[in-house]
Nanobody, 125 residues
Framework: QVQLVESGGGLVQSGGSLRLSCAAS????????MGWFRQAPGKEREFVAT????????LYADSVKGRSTISRDNAKITMYLQMNSLKPEDTAVYYC??????????????????WGQGTQVTVSS
């Protein structure tokens, strides 16, 4: 089991950048593929990005590809999401999650069992 806490959200102008962090507790962090999801008001939770246990492979949603970078530091038991060129449509609560089911690269939130409480990202136009 792993506990996750997100931070780094906030209010930013369109075109700006934010770096989200996901701090984990427990010594099992490196055994999980990890992912970022987001949920905007009135919308379904959607996949943003995922990274393998060792950080060697990454996968992004088309909506953030080229503007975002997912990374992790297993020694610090922390995962990151660097987001650049932010747009108003990026406004959402961002969640980090640990994958326990499915193959790596799953975009299905049901394959992720452990979730943080979320951090709000608001992009003004």
């Amino acid at each position: 089991q792993v506990q996750l806490v997100e931070s780094g959200g906030g209010l930013v102008q369109s075109g700006g950048s934010l770096r989200l962090s996901c701090a984990a507790s427990g010594r099992t962090f490196s055994s999980y593929h990890m992912g970022w999801f987001r949920q905007a008001p009135g919308k379904e939770r959607e996949f943003v990005a995922t990274i393998t246990r060792d950080g060697g492979r990454t996968l992004y949603a088309d909506s953030v590809k080229g503007r975002s970078t997912i990374s992790r530091d297993n020694a610090k038991i922390t995962m990151y999401l660097q987001m650049n060129s932010l747009k108003p449509e990026d406004t959402a609560v961002y969640y980090c999650a640990a994958q326990v089911g499915g193959a790596w690269g799953s975009r299905t939130h049901a394959d992720y069992a452990y979730w943080g409480q979320g951090t709000q990202v608001t992009v003004s136009s």
